[in-house]
């Protein structure tokens, strides 16, 4: 059987609510499990969400209650996965907030979708809330990867990306869901928490715009063909898939670069430069590996000056709140080319991020060496000047 274990998405900061809605998650399931059998089920038609007594109280309560320990553990497996992800995106509080409304809307999916003879089973589990959650990540991350592995060959892994993995696993829902067997797991109730998530997701992040949405994961479902394109397959054929979704995403730097670099593959050298001189503007300054990556891609039609390339590449550092990378750039770069053109503006650059780095005795020794200059140099008048305020303070 083959499992997911976790994201590769990483995290600045730790969920501490996806960790709250576990931990009560295990918690009330332990202390429910101490009921004896027929206390239990008493529990669960008291505390599990029944078309009989509708209402939002036994809604909320039955979203924690689990009717074992192998429930417990998958849903909980779940949200371990791919909670933190939605939290980061909204917030603590909007995600459990958000955790909430996704598991209500499941409830109701499955409150319309009873059959007669499921009509008097109590609903319970936090499927349905989780459910809504990775419909979440499905917009949020589409191309973030999922880790599988085998139980029984832990060590045997591969990883996929979550719009394929939660894809695949909505259309098994809604396969199950629409053979109306007497299963007893809520399947609509999936369904519902899924859309709820997704359609909340594509308000938050593309304003309702759901052709916004669906155009992100398509752009990245092209790209995972290309670059998953087999050496003996015709590049041509990545060419058009990318080309496809990219008459529709113009914007999307990621389908221009992929497009470049399957032309370059096919052969087509001026459809890739066209494509190239497209690329950069299309990349946000904060952006640090994609222009990264645009540079190199644009240094195979066309001269690079080294000089432009490291500033810029400085200063998205910096910006990004790199300084200490961005100082270091810049002298490991002096460092290996002694004879680069215009050494004193790396030298200016390296006193100024030295005083953001709070090494002003550095910093000091650099515009002094600067200030020695021609006068009339502009950048020995800024050297200057950053010597006055080290002396006089700002």
């Known amino acids: 059987m083959i499992i997911p274990f976790r994201s590769d998405l990483e995290l600045d900061e730790k969920p501490y609510a996806t960790f709250a809605l576990i931990g009560i998650n295990v918690a009330i399931y332990f202390l429910v499990d101490t009921l004896k059998p027929e206390e239990l089920q008493m529990f669960y038609q008291n505390w599990g969400f ?9 809604m909320l309560t039955s979203m924690f209650l689990h009717g074992g320990l192998m429930h417990l553990i998958g849903n909980m497996l779940f949200l371990w996965i791919y909670g933190p992800g939605v939290e980061r995106a909204l917030s603590p509080v909007g995600f459990v907030a958000y955790y909430i409304f996704f598991g209500v809307a499941a409830v109701l999916m499955h409150w319309l979708s009873l059959k007669p003879y499921d009509i008097d089973q109590p609903l319970i589990g936090a499927s349905g809330a989780i459910s809504g959650v990775m419909g979440a990540f499905f917009v ?8 599988h592995c085998l139980i029984i060959f832990p060590r045997l ?7 394929l993995v939660l894809g695949y ?7 199950s869901a629409s053979k109306h067997d007497m299963s007893s797991v809520a399947f609509f109730a999936h369904i519902g928490g899924f859309l709820a998530g997704f359609v909340v997701t594509t308000y938050l992040k593309f304003g309702g715009d759901f052709k916004r949405a669906f155009s992100k994961v398509k752009a990245h479902a092209a790209i995972d063909e290309a670059q998953n394109l087999p050496d003996d397959v015709d590049p041509r054929v990545g060419m058009t898939a990318i080309k496809e979704v990219l008459d529709q995403s113009p914007d999307n730097p990621n389908l221009k670069y992929w497009y470049a670099v399957m032309s370059l593959r096919a052969g087509r050298t001026e459809a890739a430069e066209r494509m190239i001189d497209g690329i950069l503007p299309c990349i946000p300054e904060e952006d640090v ?12 039609f066309r001269p690079v000056d080294p000089h432009e390339s490291v500033m810029e590449f400085g200063l998205l550092l910096e910006n990004n709140g790199n300084t200490r990378e961005s100082y270091e750039l810049f002298r490991d770069y002096l460092a290996r080319h002694p004879d680069a053109q215009r050494p004193a503006q790396y030298r200016y650059r390296m006193g100024e991020l030295l005083n953001k780095l709070d090494r002003a005795d550095e910093a000091r020794v650099i515009f002094e060496e600067l200030a020695g200059g021609d006068k009339r140099d502009p950048l020995v008048q800024a050297a200057e000047f950053e010597m006055k305020k080290l002396t006089f303070g700002r």
């Open 289 to 300: 590996k994609g222009r990264l990556s645009g540079h190199i891609l644009r240094s195979a």
């Open 50 to 58: 029944s078309a009989f007594e509708f209402g939002i109280l036994r």
């Open 157 to 163: 892994q591969f990883s996929l990306p979550a719009w």
């Open 169 to 175: 696993w909505f259309i098994l829902q809604w396969d």
């Open 140 to 147: 949020i991350y589409p191309t973030i990867k999922i880790r």
